[in-house]
């Protein structure tokens, strides 16, 4: 059974295509280990986003990545996402999301150590990640930046009117 993997420190959220033309995901990019030793993937849950992807390996896999890593499959899937994420922090897009020294759960965990160190990771673990407080049992979900990281989904001018809407309603409680 996988265990859940508890951090906290700088995650950098993205949009990732994840089927062409236009399905996405949010997908969330931290580092955890001696060094940062494993680059962390997770899927940010976002409500009736239908077409989430469940396994970001799977994912991997469809972009094909032994043409440009080699074999084995294994190895190749993980080197992908290790580079989509360093990627999506070293060039960010438009509506990325920088956080420092957020604390973060990633569950349904799968793991899978690389072949040689690529972009500062020996191992990637993948899963759907949540930001919260605690561990455990006790870990509670901070929905103010589960809704800020689901908001990189929106165009630009949307996630400013999303958010906008997101203090009125708070104001008025």
Not at 28 to 47: C, K, Q, R
Not at 75 to 102: E, Q, Y
Not at 119 to 145: P, Q, W
Request: hydrophobic share 40%; charged share 15%.
């Amino acid at each position: 059974m996988a265990q859940d993997i508890f951090g906290t420190g700088r995650v950098t959220v993205f949009s990732l295509i994840h089927t062409w033309p236009d399905l996405r995901a949010a997908v969330a990019y931290a580092t955890t280990g001696h060094f940062g030793d494993t680059a962390v993937l997770g899927v940010i849950p976002v409500p009736n986003n239908v077409h989430e992807p469940g396994d970001l390996f799977a994912i991997a896999g469809k972009h094909e990545p032994t043409k440009l890593y080699g074999q084995p499959h294994n190895h190749a899937t993980a080197a992908w996402l290790a580079c989509t994420g360093f990627s999506s922090r070293l060039t960010p897009k438009p509506n990325t999301i920088d956080l420092d020294n957020v604390s973060w759960r990633l569950d349904m965990v799968t793991k899978r150590t690389m072949d040689k160190n690529l972009y500062g990771h020996e191992h990637v673990a993948a899963g759907r990640l949540t930001f919260g407080e605690g561990s455990g049992d006790g870990f509670v979900v901070d929905e103010a930046l589960m809704t800020r990281a689901q908001d990189v989904l929106l165009s630009p001018a949307a996630a400013t009117t999303a958010r906008q809407l997101a203090n009125v309603s708070s104001s008025q409680e």
